[in-house]
Nanobody, 116 residues
Framework: QVQLVESGGGLVQPGGSLRLSCTAS??????????MGWYRQAPGKQRELVAS???????NYADSVKGRFTISRDNAKKTVYLQMNTLKPDDTAVYYC????????WGQGTQVIVSA
């Protein structure tokens, strides 16, 4: 059973930045061959995929974060990152990582609050 641990969230003012990290307990061989994603769930809303990164490091972004968020991965550290810049109040949510199909058990997530 793969465990996912997200960290790096916090309270930030609009326009600020945060860098989220997600460490997976999967073995490096497995992790390096799958597409990983960052999701978020705002209060009262469904969880949505905001960014994903393929094994070849090719990223994909939701329109709402394109140009502001950058996803990256370090397979040797079994970690996926989400650099979030120019944050907006609408980015407030709990952020999770998982495979791009959400197939693993979800971690506890990391809370991001964007507020003045």
């Amino acid at each position: 059973q793969v465990q996912l641990v997200e960290s790096g969230g916090g309270l930030v003012q609009p326009g600020g930045s945060l860098r989220l990290s997600c460490t997976a307990s999967a073995n490096i061989y497995t992790l390096s061959r799958i597409t990983m994603g960052w999701y978020r769930q705002a209060p009262g809303k469904q969880r949505e995929l905001v960014a994903s990164i393929r094994p070849d490091n090719n990223p994909n972004y939701a329109d709402s974060v394109k140009g502001r968020f950058t996803i990256s991965r370090d397979n040797a550290k079994k970690t996926v990152y989400l650099q979030m810049n120019t944050l907006k109040p609408d980015d407030t949510a709990v952020y999770y990582c998982n495979k791009d199909n959400g197939d693993w058990t979800w971690g506890q997530g990391t809370q991001v609050i964007v507020s003045a």
